[in-house]
């Protein structure tokens, strides 16, 4: 299971990476696996708030469609239209070609509750 | 079965050639000369259509060579969990085809008509009693129509008591995705409530939910994991004290026929799947039909025309102020609607209750046969389907998904996989109530056949299906490039 360790994770499987005074966001290696090929991304418009915890858009696969939980709240400044046409991408770049928003985040504390790489695996891997 | 390479018909074509020559008219074309005024220009062709040209002959063994491809409940078992793939009687066919049903026209006056509208009278009385509602509407087209007519219903009647903020519908996270898209599409936030460590709905979190918020609750009983929610009265009293009312989805109803019923659990909306629990045939996408009964209080709100009594005349009532309007053209799906109807009087009150006690029987029969060779996420008495989770035969490195597609190759249709969610590896089974013990159990050594194929040779199962017309499809490419149309090329 690839997990970098620069980056935060979510207990609905998204990863946080800080960027300055932005945070990009998109799912992880160990979702899109168990998720399958993926078909269709859904997600927010630029401008839109979003908020912890609560759903910003889904992801659907040949199995079953999943909602995308917020690890944290703010507001989305850039949408990765790309996975409208190529949303394979989830599955074969999930830390890098499809990244999902890039968000301001409202509250930095939140990053700070997010998971580590260790953390993240150890959760995961409990059966 | 051997690959055998089929052509479509339109790849079948040869000019000139033809299945029927209709006789001339015996009447002038009049109207046709009339078209260009009848419509605008930009909506009338020139050239002739495209249509495939082919010999009757052709014709009928094309079509007879595709149904061979088919797989129905008549040629093989079809234990896909949550569609109750029972056997139709051949006898509703029949009473479907009596002229008298087959050739009215639902314009007819409603004096040629009242033998029709007598069957959809009593349909609606007979759905009212099995579950315990007030007044049924015949007008839903199948299941999810009938959840949309319910909430509108349902936010109707808060709206007429000036109760507009009730926006909310809790919905929990085993439910049918219907319900949520159903609760979306009817203006209302669907909210989930979780499910506890029993499979069934944590009310400690459903109290925490319910509130001045609340328009709904929606549920399935028994739920999508084949478990009977036996806290439905309480249930019933959280969302009762605080304003919301209990929408029933009834695509689980083949496990309480004549046993219990959801006006007596407290529900106030309620939704049949005739075409699953009533026996209409649906395994080539229907039509369905998707009767909602409602209680008292929700009545002026059904939508209309409602079907009344008026000196020994049935009539139809557009004098509805309240009603949220028609849901569909004309009376519903009349023909399934007449199949449930004739299911009904065959079966009678004590067949009903039959078919739901075979149908628990036959479900727990087969858990229990299953169960040492899979994982069980919850090992209880089920209802009429079970959840089994393919956990230990992905650790194998052979999924769900794999393990369906082998069990295509002994001609069973595979369960419903991947559902309900929150169970890992999913496989959901129902067997019904029709199957003979034999059946089962030929599926079930089959099923243990494929178990120890996953751990002994995995490569068997993850390349299957062997034996069928096609291998395994790109069903991703499928759904991310869409070819929708035929091109000539």
Same mark, same amino acid.
């Given at each position: 299971m690839n997990l970098p360790k620069d980056l935060k994770y979510s207990e609905e499987h998204e990863w946080v990476k800080t960027e300055g005074e932005k945070v990009r966001i998109g799912i992880t290696d160990f979702a899109q696996s168990e998720l399958g090929d993926i078909v269709f991304v859904e997600l927010p418009e630029v401008g839109d708030e979003i908020e912890a915890d609560e759903p910003f858009g889904s992801v659907e696969s040949v199995k079953t469609v999943s909602e995308l939980y917020a690890p944290l709240s703010g507001k989305v400044?850039?949408?990765?239209?790309?996975l409208d046409d190529s949303p394979e991408f989830v599955n074969e770049s999930p830390y890098d070609k499809a990244w999902m928003i890039v968000v301001e985040p409202s509250n930095e504390e939140e990053i700070d509750e997010l998971m580590s790489a260790d953390e993240y695996e150890e959760m995961v891997s409990e059966d | 079965m051997k690959t055998i390479e089929m052509p479509l018909i339109f790849e079948r074509s040869r000019p000139g050639r033809v299945a029927y020559s209709l006789p001339d008219?015996? %009447?002038?074309?009049?109207y046709e000369a009339e078209l260009a005024n009848l419509?605008?220009?930009?909506?009338?062709?020139d050239e002739e259509p495209e249509l495939p040209e082919v010999s009757e002959l052709q014709l009928i063994r094309h079509y007879t060579a595709l149904s061979t491809r088919n797989h129905g409940v008549d040629s093989g078992f079809y234990p896909l969990g949550s569609c109750t793939m029972k056997y139709n009687p051949k006898l509703n066919e029949d009473v479907a085809r009596l002229p008298g049903f087959a050739y009215? %026209?639902?314009?007819?006056?409603e004096e040629q008509v009242q033998g029709a509208l007598q069957v959809m009278y009593d349909l609606a009385q007979s759905l009212a009693e099995i579950t315990g509602m007030d007044a049924v509407t015949l007008q839903p087209a199948a299941g999810a129509q009938g959840e949309w007519a319910g909430l509108m219903m349902i936010r109707a009647f808060h709206e007429a008591k000036g109760e507009t903020a009730r926006t909310k519908v809790i919905v929990p996270d085993s439910a049918h995705g219907t319900n949520p898209a159903s609760a979306t599409v009817a203006g209302f936030d669907p909210v989930t409530v979780r499910t506890d460590e029993r499979g069934l709905v944590d009310l400690e979190h459903l109290r925490e939910l319910a509130g001045e918020d609340t328009a709904a609750l929606m549920l399935t009983n028994p739920n999508t994991l084949g478990l009977f929610e036996k806290d439905i009265v309480e249930m019933a009293a959280i969302i009762h004290e605080a304003g919301g009312k209990l929408y029933y989805d009834g695509a689980n109803s083949n496990a309480i026929l004549g046993i219990t019923r959801p006006g007596d659990m407290g529900f106030d909306v309620v939704h049949l799947n005739l075409h699953k629990t009533f026996t209409g045939p649906h395994g080539g996408g229907g039509p369905g039909s998707g009767p909602v009964g409602v209680k008292e209080d929700l009545i002026p709100f059904l939508p209309k025309p409602v079907l009344v009594k008026k000196e020994d005349m049935l009539t139809w009532d557009y004098e509805r102020p309240q009603s949220i309007g028609r849901v569909k053209p004309y009376h519903g799906n009349f023909g399934i609607n007449l199949r449930a109807y004739t299911y009904i009087r065959t079966m009678g009150a004590q067949g009903l209750k039959r078919v739901s006690e075979d149908a628990v029987l036959n479900a727990n029969y087969l858990m229990r046969q299953l169960q040492p060779y899979f994982d069980l996420p919850y090992d209880t008495v089920c209802m009429h389907e079970f959840v089994l989770s393919g956990k230990r035969q992905k650790k194998a490195g052979v999924s769900t998904l794999d393990m369906a597609k082998r069990l295509l190759d002994f001609g069973y249709h595979p369960?419903?996989?991947?559902?309900?969610?929150?169970?890992?590896e999913c496989m959901m089974i129902e067997p019904t109530e029709t199957e003979a013990k034999e059946t089962l159990d030929a599926f079930a050594e089959v099923m243990i056949q494929i178990a120890k194929e996953a751990v002994e040779e995995p490569e068997t199962v993850k390349q299957a299906? %062997? %034996?069928?017309?096609?291998?395994?499809?790109?069903e991703a490419l499928a759904a991310r490039k869409p070819v929708l149309k035929y091109d000539r090329g």
């Open positions: 400044v850039e949408v990765n239209e790309e | 008219s015996d %009447h002038s074309c009049e419509l605008p220009s930009e909506y009338l062709r009215i %026209h639902p314009y007819q006056p369960p419903t996989i991947y559902f309900p969610t929150n169970v890992e299906p %062997h %034996h069928t017309a096609v291998r395994r499809l790109d």
